[in-house]
């Protein structure tokens, strides 16, 4: 007995990296997530009129883009799963569509010059095997980011799988198929060569992050004004990160469906009205408003990060993710903006001491994640996203209707209040928020017997993935049963 138990000690605390084997299991669940699962109906409008793009761009069209797809939306191109109104237009920016319609360029080419009517299952598999070769290239660079922080490439390599296998990542962006995976990598680009001290390849990279989406701004601003305290400087370095969203604006500014879009849009899904719906009442006689909580957290933050004269890494990855845990709180997200919250967290489980709490609280918080959306987007974001996948629609394979065991299984539970997961999810952010701040104190003052409390546990890195995992376990048993 005492030798099993020795063994699985010696197996779980770790003195080394990942093993190459554990990398492989990390891609593979990877390589499973993307071609079992998709949500079709946004992924298959993307995809096409990323198409489009590729048609506008060798038809000289590129600059009224989306003047074109407003007239594919309202002639009903679109119209077996998207109503022939603008919300079947384009609502991403144009470098989106460029990227996916770069991706898919060799087979467009030939599917054009040869009239072969390719199947979009064909343009799904490559974007989605896109979408696997940037999740394991991004593991690569927080390796890179680890090692040019620490000389212990065995924290870097942990911190690298425990991105690889982020359950957050796998089920908002590679099982979802949203496009904020290039976001996420060009931010993490944009950190490994502010690492390096390349300042100029750093706001290269956050200006083509905040292109391709504009919220992960809210996560680059904390990181500028912590490192950077003369104004003009700060300035400088704030236009040229903006620059890719100032220059497509300025472009397209030209084309009218561009601006229709965008007015359809933020009237019909109110993104900036969703900055204002958790706040407190400001009164005064006829001006009646909402004060923001998260707006005065994202200023208390952004104050703290300007006031600290000292960069200290742990501070770089601290404070954006203090600011994504707000977001999180306060703010009505959509699932796939969850990606944002993993860089930061991921990134400062090389600084933190208390790696298995930490562990647990990014289990439960991903297994809230998933139950929130499947809630909150119910028959979309849920189960039935496996008939969408490459692999099922390949071999036939379609969650069984009746939903039997689903049904079962929903019978032998009590009546939960839905409002205990929402609330469950704020109190797991406020959790993981105060073991970073604890961590980033505790570093200050004892920075070496910090670094001496700081243990891996190959338990805790892998039971994380249980959420993900568990998620796509049950979709195919549903298939089944």
Same mark, same amino acid.
């Given at each position: 007995m005492?030798?099993?138990k020795?063994?699985?000690?010696d197996?779980?605390?770790?003195?080394? /990296?990942?093993?190459?084997?554990?990398?492989?299991?990390g891609?593979? !669940?990877?390589?499973?997530?993307?071609?079992?699962?998709?949500?079709?109906?946004?992924? &298959?409008?993307?995809v096409?009129?990323?198409?489009?793009?590729?048609?506008?761009?060798f038809?000289g069209?590129?600059?009224?883009?989306?003047?074109?797809i407003?007239?594919?939306?309202? +002639?009903?191109?679109y119209?077996?799963?998207?109503?022939?109104?603008l919300? $079947? /237009?384009?609502n991403?920016?144009?470098?989106?569509y460029? =990227?996916v319609?770069?991706i898919?360029?060799?087979?467009?080419? @030939?599917?054009?010059?040869?009239d072969? +009517?390719?199947s979009?299952?064909?343009?799904?598999?490559?974007?989605?095997?896109?979408? $696997?070769?940037?999740?394991?290239?991004m593991?690569? !660079?927080? @390796?890179?980011?680890?090692?040019?922080?620490?000389?212990?490439? &065995?924290?870097?390599?942990?911190?690298?799988?425990?991105?690889?296998?982020?359950?957050?990542?796998?089920?908002?962006?590679?099982?979802?198929?949203h496009?904020?995976?290039?976001?996420?990598?060009?931010?993490?680009?944009? !950190?490994?060569?502010?690492?390096?001290?390349n300042?100029?390849?750093?706001?290269?990279?956050?200006?083509l992050?905040?292109?391709?989406?504009?919220?992960?701004?809210?996560?680059?601003?904390?990181?500028?004004?912590?490192?950077?305290?003369r104004?003009?400087?700060?300035?400088?370095?704030?236009?040229?990160?903006m620059?890719g969203?100032?220059?497509q604006?300025?472009?397209?500014s030209?084309?009218p469906?561009?601006?229709?879009?965008?007015?359809?849009?933020s009237? =019909?899904y109110?993104?900036?009205?969703?900055?204002?719906?958790?706040?407190?009442?400001?009164?005064?006689? #006829?001006?009646?408003?909402?004060?923001?909580?998260?707006?005065?957290a @994202?200023v208390?933050? #952004?104050?703290?990060?300007?006031?600290?004269?000292?960069?200290?890494?742990?501070?770089?990855f601290?404070?954006?993710?203090?600011?994504?845990?707000?977001?999180?709180?306060f703010?009505?997200?959509?699932?796939?903006?969850?990606?944002?919250v993993?860089?930061? /967290?991921?990134?400062?489980?090389?600084?933190?001491?208390?790696?298995?709490? =930490?562990?647990?609280?990014?289990?439960?918080?991903?297994?809230?994640?998933?139950?929130? =959306?499947?809630?909150g987007?119910?028959?979309? %974001?849920?189960?039935?996203?496996?008939?969408?996948?490459?692999?099922?629609k390949?071999?036939?394979?379609? !969650?069984?209707?009746?939903?039997?065991?689903?049904?079962?299984l929903?019978?032998?539970?009590?009546?939960?209040p839905?409002?205990?997961?929402?609330?469950?999810?704020?109190?797991?952010?406020?959790?993981?928020?105060?073991?970073?701040?604890?961590?980033?104190?505790?570093?200050?003052?004892?920075?070496?017997?910090?670094?001496?409390?700081? &243990?891996?546990?190959?338990? $805790?890195?892998? #039971?994380r993935?249980?959420?993900?995992?568990?998620?796509m376990? %049950? +979709?195919?048993?549903? #298939?089944?049963?």
């Amino acid at each position: 007995m005492q030798k099993i138990k020795k063994y699985f000690n010696d197996f779980n605390h770790v003195t080394a /990296g990942p093993c190459r084997a554990e990398y492989i299991v990390g891609a593979l !669940i990877v390589i499973a997530a993307a071609f079992m699962f998709c949500f079709t109906k946004d992924f &298959k409008l993307t995809v096409t009129q990323s198409l489009d793009f590729n048609d506008c761009l060798f038809h000289g069209k590129l600059f009224r883009y989306y003047s074109e797809i407003n007239e594919l939306a309202l +002639s009903g191109h679109y119209s077996k799963a998207w109503p022939q109104t603008l919300l $079947a /237009g384009a609502n991403y920016s144009i470098i989106n569509y460029a =990227t996916v319609g770069l991706i898919c360029l060799p087979v467009y080419i @030939f599917d054009r010059l040869f009239d072969l +009517s390719v199947s979009v299952l064909v343009y799904e598999a490559i974007v989605k095997a896109a979408f $696997a070769a940037i999740m394991i290239y991004m593991s690569k !660079i927080v @390796f890179d980011i680890g090692k040019i922080l620490k000389s212990d490439e &065995k924290d870097a390599g942990w911190t690298a799988l425990c991105f690889l296998t982020s359950p957050v990542f796998l089920f908002a962006s590679i099982i979802i198929s949203h496009l904020d995976i290039f976001s996420i990598l060009f931010l993490l680009l944009g !950190i490994k060569y502010m690492a390096k001290g390349n300042h100029w390849l750093e706001l290269l990279f956050f200006m083509l992050a905040a292109s391709y989406k504009p919220f992960v701004l809210l996560g680059i601003i904390p990181i500028l004004l912590l490192r950077e305290k003369r104004i003009l400087y700060l300035l400088r370095d704030a236009v040229a990160v903006m620059f890719g969203i100032l220059l497509q604006n300025v472009v397209y500014s030209f084309d009218p469906g561009y601006q229709e879009t965008q007015k359809f849009m933020s009237e =019909t899904y109110g993104f900036i009205g969703r900055f204002f719906g958790v706040g407190f009442a400001f009164k005064r006689n #006829c001006y009646d408003s909402t004060v923001s909580y998260f707006i005065v957290a @994202f200023v208390l933050i #952004c104050t703290a990060a300007y006031m600290i004269r000292k960069v200290r890494w742990e501070l770089v990855f601290a404070l954006p993710f203090m600011v994504m845990g707000a977001f999180v709180m306060f703010v009505q997200w959509h699932p796939n903006w969850m990606v944002l919250v993993v860089p930061f /967290g991921t990134l400062m489980l090389l600084y933190t001491c208390n790696i298995r709490i =930490t562990c647990i609280f990014e289990c439960l918080f991903s297994l809230l994640i998933i139950l929130v =959306t499947a809630l909150g987007w119910l028959h979309n %974001y849920d189960v039935r996203m496996l008939n969408g996948g490459v692999i099922p629609k390949l071999l036939g394979l379609e !969650i069984n209707k009746n939903y039997m065991i689903h049904k079962v299984l929903l019978r032998k539970f009590p009546d939960i209040p839905i409002d205990i997961y929402s609330s469950l999810l704020c109190g797991v952010v406020l959790g993981m928020i105060g073991v970073f701040a604890y961590d980033c104190i505790k570093r200050k003052n004892m920075c070496e017997a910090a670094e001496k409390m700081r &243990k891996w546990e190959r338990y $805790a890195v892998w #039971c994380r993935v249980l959420p993900a995992i568990g998620f796509m376990a %049950y +979709s195919l048993l549903i #298939c089944f049963l």
